[in-house]
């Protein structure tokens, strides 16, 4: 039998058990694709960031049509890095994206940009010779990220920026300013392993002399490091992930970032034109769950090499993110969802004087409902939504959000047709909540047809 079949028969496995008994089924994309065992494929693995979805979750939806035709197209309206985009384009069918991040989009579109390896070389060479040549007593304002680089590191981040910007195509200017982002935390003094920039400190590693021992020596090499050898080097494997990608999109495939909020998808950035109604063939993404990641706080470093020198800016860039926690007292209001195990979860929050916590998941699931409709929209009548979302606690109680949302989308007329759960093997940059929520222990996969 062959992938595409074999697949399906699984699918309609699915349905009828979830028809019958009404139970999620319980899988491990791990072990179901297990082709997709190694760690490295195209170019996935271009820069980090939050919470990535794992591909083979896509790969699995894509490897059959019954979801999505051949040649169809694929919306993904939190695309994050572009992981279904990528593998929505491997497959042969058009990706469209749309995400608050700036870095996101950045991310994503140079992910699924395919450029000659030859002129991605000679312009490293010309960048480099560039940014060497730069006056280093150029002046420039770096007062907010002082703490954090050295002054060494930061003009020669400065320079990397300058002589990339003079770079004339844009998509090879994309590309390496990308490739500058990933340099950033790098030689940061932040902590690499906690998301959010916050300063890496030995004492941390009291317990631990070896690894205190660790962060001292790399707090020191930091003071001098050679910034331009650490960005050619990520260059170079990026040209390497970027050379892989040229049998995909030598046959007109394409990938569009379409909008920068998911709550209004037009037809392409910057434009008041708006995407047309059921144009889409099947959605499939993984939205931000309520409280758990910090997307502009964790890419502020990052944003601010890539131009966003304001704190201002960070801060309504901050605004349009869904499922953000840091509100002021006096935008906060007492909230309703209109769905009714929800609003009974915020009763007995306010009733407790939780009052914060309720208007962080209150006003997360509202947003969501109005990313839902954009997406009901945009999707064509039988097409599928494919949903991957976890569910929290809110200050012990359970908030399950994945089934918040079901009810949601069921209310809008798509018809629920399964639904897995795939236990997070890598919990990545997963960060254990503050006292009043756990870390999301598993994803679900919630199927809807329209
Ligand atoms: C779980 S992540 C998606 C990760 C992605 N699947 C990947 O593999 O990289 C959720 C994304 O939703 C984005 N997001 C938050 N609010 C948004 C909004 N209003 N519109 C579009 N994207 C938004 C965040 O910036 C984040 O990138």
Known sequence: MDKNNEIKKLIETFHSEYTQNGEPIRINFREIVTELSSTERYSHLIHSYPAKLLCHIPYFFLQTDYFCPENGVV???FCGTGTVMLEANI?????????????ACLISKVKTTYIKKEDLQKTLGTIISRAKRFNTNECIDTSSVSRWFSKS????LWHLECAIKKVRDTKQQDFFMMCLSNLVKKVS?????ISVPV??????FAQNPERMESAKFKLKTLENIDVYDKFENICQLNINRI??????YSNGITSEIISNDARLLTKEIGSTEILQDKSVDLILTSPPYAGAQKYIRSSWLNLYWLGTKNSEDIRLLNKQNIGREDYHKADMFRVITSIQAADDVLTSLYDEGKNERAFIVGNYLNEMKSAIDESVRVLKTGGYMIIVIGNNTVCGRPFDTQDYLTTYITSKGLRLQFKLIDDIKSYGLMTKRNKTASRISCEWVLVFKK
Do not use: C, H, V, W
């Open 75 to 77: 919306l993904d309206p």
């Open 91 to 103: 497959s042969g069918r058009n990706a469209k994206g749309a995400d608050a991040n700036p870095l």
């Open 153 to 156: 590191t930061i003009s020669q």
């Open 189 to 193: 003094f932040a902590d690499p392993s």
């Open 199 to 204: 300063k890496l400190n030995p004492e941390r």
């Open 243 to 248: 050379e892989s990608l040229k049998d995909i």
